[in-house]
Antibody, heavy 122, light 105 residues
Framework: EVQLVESGGGLVQPGGSLRLSCAAS????????MSWVRQAPGKGLEWVSSISGGADNVYYADSVRGRFTVSRDDSKDTVFLQMNSLSAEDTAIYYC???????????????WGQGTLVTVSS | QSVLTQPASVSGSPGQSITISCTGGSRDIGGFNSVSWYQQHPGKAPKLMIY???TRPSGVSDRFSGSKSGNTASLTISGLQAEDEADYYCSFPGMFGGGTKLTVL
């Protein structure tokens, strides 16, 4: 059974940084693209970033490019999201999601974690 | 990034069929068969219902079907059930629609 468990969320001041982690199990982690999707309170889904299997390619939404960095450690079956220069607009539940396709980023997310809440406030 | 436009809400009675539209452009929905649909119940993570415009993942009811015409993709739910009441999102790689709230009357 595929499991994705996010951690690292919490309360941070504007301008601060957080590093989210997503520990995966139940599948061959290294061969799948992984993504981060967020959802602000009461709002819709917003794609944030994706990293292909093997980390050959990384992708970012315009709203986070230059501030967020996605990475993966295939030896630990974990994907990370380093978030810098945070603002109130980044307040959201951050979901980790496994791609449907092998290796490449297809944009279809077959499995999701339970999410971790990031709150940016002074 | 491009924008995918969905109606804010749709409704239907049990047993009826409803369709949710998702309109993009020629450089996204119109140019590729990479549309997915997600169902999200309150407080829960999204669930993939349709991918590649028309394909259902294993375990998804065949009451859910997808289609595309030009720059618009659609999700149809037939034989509406109370448990179908949820938010539905279309997506294309790198973007999501704004979401549609389905109410089962």
């Amino acid at each position: 059974e595929v499991q994705l468990v996010e951690s690292g969320g919490g309360l941070v001041q504007p301008g601060g940084s957080l590093r989210l982690s997503c520990a995966a199990s139940g599948f061959t982690f290294s061969t799948f693209a992984m993504s981060w999707v967020r959802q602000a309170p009461g709002k819709g889904l917003e794609w944030v970033s994706s990293i292909s299997g093997g980390a050959d390619n990384v992708y970012y939404a315009d709203s986070v490019r230059g501030r967020f960095t996605v990475s993966r450690d295939d030896s630990k079956d974990t994907v990370f999201l380093q978030m810098n220069s945070l603002s109130a607009e980044d307040t959201a539940i951050y979901y980790c999601a496994k791609d449907l396709a092998v290796r490449v980023y297809s944009g279809s997310y077959i499995s999701w974690g339970q999410g971790t809440l990031v709150t940016v406030s002074s | 990034q491009s924008v995918l436009t969905q109606p804010a809400s749709v409704s239907g009675s049990p047993g009826q069929s409803i369709t949710i539209s998702c309109t993009g452009g020629s450089r996204d929905i119109g140019g590729f068969n990479s549309v997915s649909w997600y169902q999200q119940h309150p407080g829960k993570a999204p669930k993939l219902m349709i991918y590649d415009v028309v394909t259902r993942p294993s375990g998804v009811s065949d009451r859910f079907s997808g289609s595309k015409s030009g720059n618009t993709a659609s999700l149809t739910i037939s034989g509406l059930q109370a448990e179908d009441e949820a938010d539905y999102y279309c997506s294309f790689p790198g973007m999501f629609g704004g979401g549609t709230k389905l109410t089962v009357l």
